[in-house]
C-alpha cells in the first residue's frame, strides 16, 4: 500500500508513520500563538537540535545507503564505516523474524512509572525504554534516566504533551553516540517494514513510534488518541507482515482497573501500523520538513483513557470501565466490579476461603513460630477472632475452608522445606460455638510428605490423601458440617491435589488425560464424579489441561500449549497456561484466552471467572459473552482470592505490607 501522503518518524532505532489532514480544529490550538506549533502540532517549545557528528554524519550514510538498497532504489552515499552500535556477526541477509533481545528480555517501564503515575508522558516513557535497551546491548546492563529526565530534556508539558521533533532532539543531545535522531517520512509500506528490519536487526535499535491508538489490536476501538510506543522487531509468516511493539501505557496500573490492557509486548500487522502509526522516530538522515497547518495535531487533548492522557487523574469512569466495545454483534460492556468493603486480615496469611458470612484463613499471631493460627474473619462487622490453632509445638497450618459454622484446616507438625518433606498432619475440623474440635483423618504417628491439600465450596470440604498402593493415586474424601465423618468419593485416583470444585451433585476435577497426550508433565483434563461415589467421566478431551475450576453451572480450565505444534508462539514454549476455555457443563466449549497466563488456578463464581495474568493483573470475564472483559489492579502473586457467593469474590490487595494483609470484598454484576 502506497502512503504518499505519510510521515514517519525516527529516532535510534524507532518507525512510525503519519497522514496529512486537514487542519485540526481544538481548543487548545486556539490557545497557542500564530506560528507556535511546531511539527507534532503541539504548543511545546522547540529544544534546538545540537549539530551532528562525524558518527551520526558516517551512521546516517550507511543507514540511507542500506535502506536504499532495500527499497530498491539508489543512494548517493557508500561505503560509511559501520559504528559500534550496529549488530556485528550477523552478516548476509536479515532473517524472516527478528525482536531485539535486549527488549524481550526487558521489563517495560510504564508510563509515569517512578514519575507520580503521570498520564500524559507517553514520549519520555517511550524514549526511556529505548535507550535503557541500547545501553544494554552496549555494556551489557540496562540503563534508566528516569522518565523525569527525558520529559525535562523533551520538553513535556501538561495538557500539551510531547513534540516528535524534541523527542529526536533531546536524543541528539544527550545519546549523540548511538547515532543521528530526526524525523522522516516512509513513503510505502514496504519502506516502513525495512526501516524497522534495518534499525532493529543491523543496528539493534528500536524505531520510536507515534500512532493512532483506535485502530491498534490492544486498544479498544473507542479509545482514539495519538501516542507515542516503541518497534523491536519484525516477523513474516507467508506474505503477511507483523511488526513487535513495545507499549507502556498501562491504564490498570494508572487507574486502578480498566476494562482493556495495553500494556507489554504485542505482535502487531503491518497493516495496522501502516493505516494508523503517524510519526516515527530512529536515527538516520534528517527528512527536513515544513511546519504546515496540515500537520496532524498531537496536542494530546485526549478524551478517556490514553497512553498520554491530561494527567488530572483517572476520568469518572475509569474504576467502572464503561467504555463500550462495538462489534458486528452489538456493543459489548465490561462487567461491572464494585469494592464494597476493605477487611484488614492482620499478620502474616496464607490462602483465604469463605463464604457469604466469613472468611477463613492460616496466619502467623502473636506468639507463633510460624503460621500456627486459624483465623476467621466476619465480614458483616469485619470482626476477627482465632477459631483454632496447631496441636504441634512447631506447626504449621497450611489450608483451611469453611462448612457452615465449621471451619476445617490442615494441620502440620512444621512447615515442609527442601530435604525436609516428612511430617505429621491432621485434617481438623473446628466449632468455636459449640467448641467441638474433631480429627477428620490423620497420617498418625508415621510421618510422611503426602500433606493434603484442601479445596471448599458450597458447604463442602474435599480433599486427597495418599493410597499406599506404590502407584501414587489418591484417596478422594468429602465432608460437610451435617456430617459426622468424611466419605469416599473415590479410591486409587489418579488426581491432581486441590483441583476439586463441587458443581451440583458432582465432584470436579483435574485428572489423567484422555486425549493424544498421555505424559503426565503435559497435562491432562478435567473429570467428573458423583459425591456419592460412581465413575468418573471426563469433560475435556484434550490431554493438555492444567487446571480446573467448576461452579453449578460452568466449567473453566486452563490449557497447556500443546508440544508438538507446528506453528509455536513467538515467545516459544513454555510451562504456563497458553490458552482459557470454559463451558457450560456438559455444554460446547469456548476459548477465553489466547497466550501465556498466570498458573494460578481460575476462580469461578455465577456467571463470571477470575483468572491471573502473567505479570500480576486479575481479569475478570462474562462466562456468557467472553468478550466482555475487565482488567483489576494487580494481584499480591500470593493468592488470587475466592469466590464467596455466585457474586461476590474476596481478592487479597497487593497494595498493603506482606504483614498487614488486607482483602477487598469485590461485587462484580453485568452491566445492564
Known amino acids: 500500500m502506497l502512503l504518499s501522503p505519510a510521515r514517519a ?21 486556539a490557545t497557542c500563538r500564530p506560528g507556535g506549533y511546531t511539527e507534532a502540532g503541539t504548543c511545546a517549545p522547540v529544544v534546538a537540535d545540537p549539530p551532528m557528528t562525524a558518527s551520526q554524519r558516517s551512521q546516517q550514510q550507511s543507514k540511507d545507503s542500506q535502506l536504499a538498497a532495500m527499497n530498491g532504489s539508489t543512494s548517493g552515499s557508500s561505503g560509511a564505516v559501520q559504528p559500534y552500535s550496529t549488530n556485528p556477526g550477523e552478516g548476509g541477509d536479515p532473517p524472516v523474524s527478528y525482536k531485539l533481545p535486549e527488549v524481550q528480555m526487558m521489563s517495560i517501564y510504564r508510563e509515569g512509572q517512578g514519575n507520580g503515575k503521570k498520564a500524559y508522558t507517553c514520549g519520555p516513557s517511550a524514549t526511556r525504554n529505548m535507550v535503557s535497551a541500547m545501553y544494554r546491548y552496549k555494556t551489557g546492563a540496562y540503563k534508566d534516566f528516569t522518565e523525569q529526565a527525558f520529559a525535562s530534556w523533551e520538553g513535556t508539558k501538561e495538557g500539551v504533551g510531547t513534540s516528535r521533533a524534541n523527542v529526536a532532539s533531546a536524543l541528539n543531545a544527550n545519546f549523540s553516540s548511538f547515532g543521528h535522531w530526526t524525523t522522516s517520512r516512509p513513503t510505502s509500506a514496504t519502506s516502513y517494514f525495512n ?3 534495518m534499525d532493529t536487526y543491523s543496528f539493534h535499535q528500536s524505531v520510536i513510534a507515534n500512532i493512532d491508538t483506535m485502530y491498534l489490536s490492544f486498544f479498544p476501538t473507542n479509545h482514539n488518541l495519538k501516542h507515542f510506543d516503541f518497534v523491536y522487531g519484525y516477523e513474516m509468516v507467508g506474505s503477511t507482515h507483523y511488526l513487535w511493539i513495545g507499549e507502556e501505557w498501562d491504564p490498570v496500573y494508572i487507574y486502578g482497573q480498566s476494562n482493556y490492557q495495553s500494556y507489554g509486548k504485542h505482535r502487531e500487522l503491518l497493516t495496522n501500523r501502516v493505516h494508523r502509526d503517524h510519526d516515527g522516530l530512529h536515527p538516520w538522515n534528517r527528512f527536513v520538513r515544513a511546519k504546515s497547518a496540515h500537520c496532524l495535531l498531537i496536542a494530546f487533548i485526549l478524551m478517556g483513557l490514553s497512553g498520554c492522557d491530561r494527567g488530572h487523574g483517572p476520568p469518572k469512569h475509569a474504576l467502572q470501565s464503561q467504555n463500550p466495545e462495538t462489534t458486528d454483534r452489538g456493543v459489548v460492556r465490561p462487567p461491572i466490579a464494585r469494592t464494597v468493603k476493605q477487611i484488614d486480615l ?22 507463633d513460630l510460624d503460621r500456627a493460627s486459624v483465623m476467621s474473619v466476619d465480614l458483616t462487622t469485619g470482626k476477627r477472632r482465632r477459631v483454632a490453632h496447631s496441636a504441634f509445638p512447631h506447626g504449621y497450618v497450611g489450608w483451611a475452608g469453611v462448612s457452615g459454622s465449621w471451619t476445617v484446616f490442615v494441620d502440620q507438625s512444621k512447615a515442609q522445606g527442601d530435604g525436609d518433606m516428612d511430617v505429621l498432619w491432621r485434617v481438623v475440623a473446628a466449632n468455636p460455638e459449640t467448641h467441638q474440635l474433631l480429627t477428620l483423618l490423620s497420617n498418625g504417628q508415621t510421618p510422611d510428605p503426602w500433606v493434603p491439600w484442601m479445596s471448599a465450596g458450597d458447604d463442602y470440604i474435599a480433599w486427597s490423601s495418599a493410597e499406599r498402593d506404590g502407584k501414587r493415586t489418591a484417596h478422594e474424601w468429602l465432608w460437610r458440617h451435617d456430617w459426622s465423618s468424611p466419605r469416599t468419593v473415590m479410591r486409587h485416583a489418579v488426581l491432581t491435589p486441590g483441583t476439586e470444585s463441587v458443581s451440583g451433585d458432582s465432584l470436579i476435577y483435574l485428572g489423567p488425560s484422555t486425549g493424544p497426550h498421555r505424559q503426565p508433565e503435559v497435562g491432562g483434563d478435567c473429570w467428573q464424579v458423583p459425591l456419592a461415589g460412581g465413575s468418573p467421566t471426563p469433560l475435556t478431551h484434550t490431554g493438555l489441561a492444567m487446571g480446573c475450576a467448576a461452579n453449578d453451572t460452568w466449567l473453566v480450565w486452563t490449557q497447556h500449549i500443546d508440544p508438538e505444534t507446528k506453528s509455536p508462539p513467538p ?19 469456548m476459548l477465553l484466552h489466547h497466550g501465556y497466563s498466570a498458573g494460578y488456578w481460575p476462580i469461578v463464581a455465577g456467571h463470571f471467572t477470575i483468572w491471573g495474568t502473567q505479570d500480576g493483573r486479575r481479569v475478570v470475564q462474562d462466562l456468557g459473552d467472553p468478550r466482555s472483559v475487565l482488567f483489576l489492579a494487580r494481584t499480591n502473586y500470593w493468592d488470587l482470592g475466592a469466590a464467596l457467593d455466585r457474586s461476590r469474590f474476596a481478592l487479597p490487595n497487593e497494595n498493603k505490607p506482606d504483614d498487614h494483609a488486607v482483602v477487598d470484598l469485590v461485587d462484580v454484576a453485568r452491566r445492564s
Open 9 to 29: 518518524v525516527r529516532l535510534a532505532g524507532l518507525t512510525v508513520l503519519v497522514f496529512s489532514l486537514a487542519p485540526f480544529t481544538s481548543a487548545q490550538a
Open 195 to 197: 526501516t524497522v528490519t
Open 346 to 367: 492482620g499478620g502474616s496469611v496464607g490462602a483465604i476461603s469463605g463464604d457469604s458470612k466469613r472468611l477463613v484463613y492460616p496466619s502467623r499471631q502473636e506468639g
Open 571 to 589: 515467545d516459544g514454549i513454555f510451562d504456563d497456561p497458553y490458552e482459557i476455555w470454559s463451558e457450560p457443563i456438559g455444554g460446547k466449549p
